[in-house]
């Protein structure tokens, strides 16, 4: 079993519509990020949060860290936003600026049609 | 301000062969990151460095992978011998250097696809 994991692995939505990805994870954290990958296309990074939510556009990120828990939303969906999601933490073993690595989810394939 | 750059962006050699990738990190950015995604993997962390020191490598596979740092600006991830199972896209990000917090944003380079046939 991953340590992060993302549902759907797979969405198909119509233009318009309201998006929820889901990233679930089991280790200890101390932020997440949400990145996106158009086909082709270098990896960005959208969000990274350590509580509560917070929002860019047509997007909003959650977290609850009690949880271990994150959802990512896309209000009014548009075929621009296809593209792989991924959810990815900051497995953090020691504090003060020691490694940091991130640990990825599988990603999500989110395509829009019009 | 240019972001993270990667060289090559597709590489495809036999196996048995030796081949290195280059990432150039943002400018100031002490902390430089290695990843590959494996086809249908996960992306998995290979190292990290800060400046030119090796911070964590516990995700380089084996000793055919050797990564550098020297001087601290650009990172250099050789696979020699190459083998099959190497193949797939090999992204660098970087990080500024935080003193004091727990979490920085990491920036993206495009990734280089790598190739063993």
């Known amino acids: 079993k991953n340590e992060v994991e993302q549902s759907p692995q797979n969405l198909t939505a119509q233009e318009g519509e309201f998006i929820t990805i889901n990233c679930s994870y089991s280790?200890?954290?101390?932020?997440l990020h949400w990145l996106q990958q158009h086909p082709g296309g270098g990896i960005v990074s959208l969000f990274m949060?350590?509580?509560g939510k917070k929002k860019h556009g047509r997007l909003i990120a959650t977290i609850n860290i009690q949880e271990k828990h994150s959802s990512l939303h896309i209000t009014a969906s548009h075929p621009r936003d296809s593209a792989v999601y991924i959810c990815?933490?900051?497995?953090?073993?020691?504090?003060?600026?020691?490694?940091?690595?991130?640990?990825f989810g599988t990603g999500t394939l989110l395509a829009v049609q019009p | 301000e240019a972001g993270v750059t990667q060289f090559p962006s597709h590489s495809v050699i036999e196996k048995g062969q030796t081949v290195t990738l280059r990432c150039d990190p943002i400018s100031g950015h002490d902390n430089l990151y290695w990843y590959r995604r494996v086809m249908g993997k996960e992306i998995k962390f290979l190292l990290h460095?800060?400046?030119?020191?090796?911070?964590?490598e516990s995700g380089m596979p084996n000793n055919r992978f050797l990564a550098e740092r020297t001087g601290g600006t650009y990172s250099t991830l050789k696979v020699q011998p190459a083998e099959l199972e190497d193949s797939g896209v090999y992204f660098c990000a970087s990080s500024q250097d935080t003193a004091g917090r727990m979490h920085y944003e990491q920036y993206f380079g495009p990734g280089t696809r790598l190739t063993v046939t």
């Open positions: 460095f800060v400046k030119e020191s090796k911070q964590d």
């Open positions: 949060l350590s509580s």
């Open positions: 280790v200890g954290i101390s932020a």
């Open positions: 990815a933490v900051h497995h953090t073993q020691n504090y003060g600026g020691a490694t940091n690595k991130l640990i």
